[in-house]
């Protein structure tokens, strides 16, 4: 059975660069395209970047574009979130989560594709304050 953690997160101030990181085990991720999601308080999940199960392909919310970047490297089964110029704003619980196919979803805004995922970690804390 896949299981997923999440680690990385801390308390950054504005401006800050922070790397998330989704270590797998129990299963390959070499088949299996990887999301990373956020939940801040108050608000719904959202979607945030995603990446094919080979790495040749990534997609990114608009929040995300230009600041955050995902990558994985299979050989340690291990999806990573570079996120850089954060902002008060990305402070959330952030989570990834593993999708049944090698691609990332199509057709549909990242932000809305919770849906199309499972196998969810327990998440890491992001908190962007002065």
């Known amino acids: 059975q896949l299981q997923l953690v999440e680690s990385g997160g801390g308390l950054v101030q504005p401006g800050g660069s922070l790397r998330l990181s989704c270590a797998a085990s129990g299963f390959t991720l070499d088949y299996l395209a990887i999301g990373w999601f956020r939940q801040a308080p108050g608000k719904e999940r959202e979607g945030v970047a995603c990446?094919?199960?080979?790495?040749?392909?990534?997609a990114y919310a608009d929040s995300a574009k230009g600041r955050f970047t995902i990558s994985r490297d299979n050989a340690k089964s291990t999806v990573y979130l570079q996120m850089n110029n954060l902002k008060p704003e990305d402070r959330a619980v952030y989570y990834c989560?593993?999708?049944?196919?090698?691609?990332?979803?199509?057709?549909?805004?990242?932000?809305?594709?919770?849906?199309?995922?499972?196998?969810w970690g327990q998440g890491t804390q992001v908190t962007v304050s002065s």
């Open positions: 989560a593993a999708r049944g196919l090698k691609n990332c979803p199509a057709g549909i805004r990242l932000e809305v594709a919770d849906h199309l995922f499972g196998s």
């Open positions: 990446i094919s199960n080979s790495g040749g392909s990534t």
